[in-house]
């Protein structure tokens, strides 16, 4: 079945970047997408992108995709506490119906 | 702006207690999700739901039930509680399947069975 897997943790100070990686399987995901839970949330829809494209930015958000390589990857530019959070990696292939990643625990060190 | 809300945010059940969880839409979207989230495994679908009284099985529907008599809720239903089933449960739901359709999540509701 597919799979999509992430690295559990990623550490940042204030102002720099941060990059979340992600790996799928699917050669047939349609939509890619990114999501952030904040702590005692649900989930929020951060962005998409379609897998004809490989890059999408969105504001502090760049996200690239090497269909090739099946890797996705979410940068946040001058990367603030509010970012401190869950995100999530999600693809579909039929629909919306969604395989995600284990989720990438992002903590903004001041 | 979407609305999902669940009926509890924290639940504390007993082994073998029948356990409901209510998740109520009010943008009058077709589906409706049930996940549960454990950490390093992400979210894993349980059931959904794409129509009034319709049901489809996720990825792990063993030991659970859903049921959707209105279209604007859907319930997860634990028929017998077990210790494995404590986690963090999310409901979503989306104006219909497209793939653009984006899934708007509740806040979550998180049980815990003694």
């Known amino acids: 079945g597919e799979d999509v897997e992430q690295s559990l943790f990623l550490s940042v100070r204030e102002g720099d970047s941060s990059v979340i990686n992600c790996t799928y399987t699917?050669?047939?995901?349609?939509?890619l997408y990114w999501y952030k839970q904040e702590p005692g949330a649900g989930l929020q829809l951060l962005t998409y992108i379609f897998s004809n494209m490989d890059m999408k930015q969105d504001q502090r958000l760049t996200v690239l995709l090497n269909k090739k390589d099946k890797h996705l990857s979410l940068r946040i530019a001058d990367t603030q506490t509010g970012d401190s959070a869950i995100y999530f990696c999600a693809e579909s292939a039929a629909g919306n119906m969604l395989t995600f990643g284990g989720g990438t625990r992002l903590m903004v060190k001041p | 702006d979407v609305k999902v809300t669940q009926s509890s945010r924290y639940l504390v059940k007993r082994t073998g207690e029948k356990v409901f969880l209510e998740c109520v839409q009010d943008?009058?979207?077709?589906?409706m999700f049930w996940y549960r989230q454990d950490p390093g495994l992400g979210l894993r679908l349980i059931y959904f739901s794409y129509d009034v009284k319709m049901k489809e099985k996720g990825d792990i529907p063993e030991g659970y039930s859903v049921s959707r008599e209105k279209k604007e809720r859907f319930s997860l239903i634990l028929e017998s509680a077990s210790t494995n089933q404590t986690s963090m449960y999310l409901c979503a739901s989306s104006l219909s399947a497209l793939s653009t359709d984006t899934q708007y999540f509740g806040p979550g509701t998180r049980l815990t069975v003694l």
């Open positions: 943008m009058d979207h077709e589906n």
């Open positions: 699917d050669s047939s995901s349609t939509y």
